[in-house]
């Protein structure tokens, strides 16, 4: 069973807009299990949005068209769609009544050229939009059956959730099965070196990667005699992928880093403050994405300037004018400071240099200090040189600082490697 | 003169790959004077990315084609474009020493798969890749230049960029001019209907909006009958565009926000200390991602808890069982105390419930307090209540926490509104 996608409009031709609908419904349609192999994005010019819609009617068993509905004159979809086929158009009363109404709620009384969103070609199933003003529709042609929705991706997702995948969902037969498990500190070659070997033993399996930076997310995709098959052995090799992996996976598709730190932290009932320098507030932002997260973090310190270091977290001056911010010794009085100034139970610092200036041969750019205080336990410090930009340094850096806390916390044993 | 481009690779139609390339490739080729009228992205099949070719080489002036010029049976692009064309292939020795070399400078052996890279159609030019082991190559079919890229974004501009612009910047008449206008604090509705009336009085333009929340980009699109003429009307409107949304505007394409906050602190000697509560590091993050922040950004206190408030800022303890964290009170002793203990010139403080929990009927979930404080002025307070969730809510807070600085330092004069 193949489906094809059609993106209208001149803004994606331009390149004004990335097409994000098309990656959105490639990845709906394949867990379906339709095999999608053709996009295409079209300008909005009538004979060459029939052309693609009669040759994908001829070849695909599921077509789905986005954009060109709304009320102007370059919005030709619904008139394409009727071309193609060869049909007339009606106008549904009810459907422009409904939109009439969706103005008037938000008090504004509706321009007529919003009345066309309510013409259809003969014949086709109308698919409502809670989200919207204009619906989608549905009509058949050649081996085909066609579905065209808006361009807005919050309206699109929502019809096709509601209307198009409960009546496509039995087309095709899915047969396979995917698990994603996200891992940080191994190099996309590391982790695929680590897991070489493992596609010759099971046949039915397709190893994928993707790089998040600095993450690494591995996908198992099984192909088997069922869908249900399929989920049995990508569990099966799931877990020889933890184990490979080890320590470096941290969580499933829709588990966030930062969000997995602060579930150990909450579990663990432990209050962490942190000191930044080079990363300027990226880890305390990344934990306080998650909502809760005042369940955890006290404080976090963004000491720029070596003033606030001293004034804020009591770090004692000779140590910066001796060994630098840059050091061990300034990582470990950071994360002491700080400590003792949240009363917290963990306290993590970082202090280098993230370019592209401030670097020396001793301390070049890349060069970063992590200091770990806990209570009632020595402190320990690390370090990393990195050979990236700063933006990637900021990002890996503010990553390292948080897996220092979930290793500490999730071991209470030596965490250093 | 009209451009298609063809993406090759099932991680694309399966929805695993956002196309990113197609909208840069887009942009850079409406640049030249090109009308792009279509994108195809096909999976990695041989005959359906052939037949993809001969109907592009038939129709296009340009064509450029990415990916599936990897080391792996998948990747098919190559024999496509000598099977579409009905080419040979021949093997280029030097570029297979190139990659060999490439793989030893990391200290590796080349895999025999990988001389495959050194594949080309009979007659083709080379497109040499600097930032990856495969280039890329030109051939001409039919009425068409077909251009073949890597899919790794990083090399495909660089080889565009090197090889294709040049090889074809003249063959389109270029007639349009764009210039981009970046806007905070201002609905995209809003922006719209200041600028009502102008596309009407200026035949040749085409007004566009692009929303990155928070801030709205007006683009001025003008056609004219010459590329000097289009950019000397572009100027003249965005004179005007700039006089209209006045204050709103802060900068033109390239322009970030807290690089134009940046710029306006360092430019004026000022010292900048920060206080945040829900936002949680974001107003750190943002302004230490541009280099150099050292010059003007001393201290940022994420206190989240009230103790850190009290202990790091010096706010007394009776505000904050009075009159609450997220208060008038407590947003001006925040400021006053970040900025007396980092010795600043200026400091701001943000305080409110990003959500989704913690709202009261007195303060509902996107309440948020600012504070502003200057040596020797009145600190200064506002509020807002955000009608968004929690992301939105700390990103917005950041951006207003920003403009107000950047407005005080500006202005140096009664920046409330």
């Known amino acids: 069973m193949t489906a094809a996608l059609l993106s209208i409009g001149t803004e994606l031709t331009r390149g004004e807009l990335v097409n994000t609908n098309a990656a959105w419904l490639s990845e709906e349609l394949t867990k379906l299990g339709f095999e999608v192999v053709e996009h295409t994005t079209i300008d909005d010019d009538l004979e060459r949005i029939v052309t693609v819609i009669r040759r994908f009617a001829e070849t695909h068993q599921v077509v789905v068209v986005t954009g060109g509905l709304g009320p102007t004159s370059d919005d030709l979809t619904t008139a394409a769609a009727a071309k193609a086929a060869e049909l007339g158009l009606f106008r549904d009363e009810s459907v422009v009544e409904g939109i009439r109404r969706k103005f008037e709620a938000f008090g504004r009384v509706m321009p007529e050229s919003n009345a066309k969103q309510g013409d259809f070609p003969e014949g086709a199933d109308v698919l409502s939009n809670p989200a919207g003003t204009a619906p989608g529709f549905a009509i058949r042609l050649g081996r085909s059956r066609l579905f065209f929705l808006p361009g807005v991706p919050r309206e699109m997702q929502q019809i096709f959730a509601e209307s198009i995948r409960p009546a496509i969902a039995g087309l095709a037969e899915r047969r396979t099965h995917q698990i994603h498990i996200r891992t940080f500190g191994m190099t996309e070659s590391g982790v695929a070196q680590a897991l070489d070997g493992l ?16 993450e690494i997310e591995v996908k198992v995709h099984v192909r088997s005699s069922s869908a249900a098959e399929a989920e049995l052995e990508a569990q099966a090799i799931e877990e020889k992928v933890r184990v490979v992996l080890g320590d470096a996976v941290f969580g499933g598709r829709d588990d966030s880093f930062p969000a997995i730190v602060g579930k150990v932290l909450r579990d663990q009932g432990r209050k962490l403050a942190v000191a930044e320098s080079c990363t300027g507030g990226r880890v305390g932002e990344m934990l306080t994405r998650e909502p809760g997260s005042s369940d955890y973090l006290l404080f976090d310190a963004v000491v720029y300037s070596n003033r606030a270091k001293e004034v804020v977290l009591g770090v004692n001056p000779e140590i910066l004018r001796v060994h630098g911010a840059v050091s061990s010794e300034a990582a470990a009085a950071m994360a ?58 900021q990002t890996v850096s503010a990553y390292v600082a948080l897996e220092l806390v979930r290793r500490a916390v999730l071991a209470e044993q030596d965490w250093a490697r």
């Open 336 to 393: 002491e400071g700080v400590l003792r100034v949240a009363s917290a139970d963990i306290a993590v610092s970082i202090t280098g240099i993230a370019g592209p200036g401030g670097g020396t041969d001793d301390k070049p750019v890349g060069t970063v200090w992590f200091g770990l205080a806990q209570r009632g336990k020595p402190t320990i410090t690390r370090h990393q040189k990195m050979p990236w930009g700063r933006d990637r340094v």
């Open 199 to 214: 596609e010759e033993a099971h046949p039915g399996l397709t190893l994928g990667y993707r790089a998040h930076f600095p």
